[in-house]
């Protein structure tokens, strides 16, 4: 009997154990680093804790796609793989669709703005130099925004429901005004490259201090409506955008993509 009872210890022993792993891992799935990705990816091969583990793989991936997209990508396919539980693996392959649908768009930026002068016009307001596009300009309040709007990733309907698309409209607020968008944008490789912007309404961009885009239209936002021949440069970019509101919707997206159209492999992005 008592090495029954023992043994009956021992097992609730290691019951409470693996459900103290199991909430740590759900705890792991909101953290957005790279080593939280390892530590999860670690424990696939565990049975007490795979499905745990396969879930805070998912969670973590995404938050990791646009900087690591690619590490994010391989990550969700072992959590495919390993999952036995249906809704997980129907999670994987909802977020592997997520990841190809995104192909090349920034989804991380910052924000400024909003900036306005009496009486002008989005036309006129894109004309006018605010201090995001001033070498040097002091005072300017950068902020995080993610493109997408929440999980509505599949529902095309609505631009503002694709995963790539920042609404100003819910980040900035307000009507005739501007504001900027600034991402990093790293290549593997120097080389010529196509920038393909969507706006609402006018929009102007800059890749590298230079302008590549002036678009002074009042506009609904069609994904990669405007397409301009860039130089991508190995290592860092710096991208910038400006997007002026006259009424109604306010919103942007960018993606690179190459000459032809095809995606870019080694692009990673971040704000």
Same mark, same amino acid.
């Given at each position: 009997?008592?090495?029954?009872?023992?043994?009956?210890?021992?097992?609730?022993?290691?019951?409470?154990? $693996?459900?103290?792993?199991?909430?740590?891992?759900?705890? +792991?799935?909101?953290?957005?680093?790279?080593?939280?990705?390892?530590?999860?990816?670690?424990?696939?091969?565990?049975?007490?804790?795979?499905?745990?583990?396969?879930?805070?793989?998912?969670?973590?991936?995404?938050?990791?796609?646009?900087?690591?997209?690619?590490?994010? =990508?391989?990550?969700?396919?072992?959590?495919?793989?390993?999952?036995?539980?249906?809704?997980?693996?129907?999670?994987?392959?909802?977020?592997?669709?997520?990841?190809?649908?995104?192909?090349?768009?920034?989804?991380?930026?910052?924000?400024?703005?909003?900036?306005?002068?009496?009486?002008?016009?989005?036309?006129?307001?894109?004309? @006018?130099?605010?201090?995001?596009?001033?070498?040097?300009?002091?005072?300017?309040?950068?902020?995080?925004?993610?493109?997408?709007?929440?999980?509505?990733? $599949?529902?095309?309907?609505?631009?503002? $429901?694709?995963?790539?698309?920042?609404?100003?409209?819910?980040?900035?607020?307000? @009507?005739?005004?501007?504001?900027?968008?600034?991402?990093?944008?790293?290549?593997?490789?120097?080389?010529?490259?196509?920038?393909?912007?969507?706006?609402?309404?006018?929009?102007?961009?800059?890749?590298?201090?230079?302008?590549?885009?002036?678009?002074?239209?009042?506009?609904?936002?069609?994904?990669?409506?405007?397409?301009?021949?860039?130089? +991508?440069?190995?290592?860092?970019? =710096?991208? +910038?955008?400006?997007? /002026?509101?006259?009424?109604?919707?306010?919103?942007?997206?960018?993606?690179?993509?190459?000459?032809?159209?095809?995606?870019?492999?080694?692009?990673? /992005?971040?704000?």
């Amino acid at each position: 009997p008592a090495e029954r009872g023992n043994e009956g210890g021992a097992a609730r022993a290691a019951a409470a154990r $693996d459900e103290e792993r199991a909430a740590a891992f759900a705890e +792991l799935g909101k953290i957005g680093h790279p080593a939280a990705l390892t530590v999860a990816l670690s424990s696939l091969d565990d049975a007490a804790v795979r499905q745990e583990a396969a879930g805070a793989v998912i969670n973590v991936a995404m938050r990791l796609v646009g900087g690591r997209t690619e590490e994010a =990508r391989a990550a969700l396919e072992r959590a495919r793989a390993a999952a036995t539980a249906e809704d997980l693996r129907a999670r994987a392959r909802h977020a592997l669709d997520r990841i190809d649908l995104l192909g090349g768009h920034v989804v991380a930026w910052e924000v400024a703005g909003p900036y306005t002068r009496d009486g002008r016009t989005p036309e006129e307001l894109l004309a @006018d130099p605010f201090a995001p596009e001033q070498d040097g300009a002091a005072g300017i309040e950068w902020r995080p925004v993610t493109a997408g709007a929440g999980d509505a990733w $599949d529902d095309e309907e609505d631009p503002l $429901d694709l995963p790539f698309v920042v609404d100003l409209e819910k980040a900035v607020g307000g @009507d005739y005004r501007a504001a900027y968008l600034r991402a990093s944008v790293w290549s593997s490789s120097d080389g010529a490259a196509r920038l393909e912007v969507g706006s609402d309404d006018c929009v102007k961009a800059w890749l590298n201090g230079e302008v590549v885009l002036t678009k002074p239209v009042l506009r609904g936002l069609t994904p990669a409506e405007d397409k301009v021949p860039v130089t +991508l440069r190995r290592g860092e970019n =710096r991208l +910038l955008l400006k997007v /002026t509101q006259g009424e109604g919707g306010w919103s942007a997206c960018a993606r690179f993509r190459s000459s032809e159209g095809a995606p870019l492999p080694g692009l990673r /992005t971040r704000p």
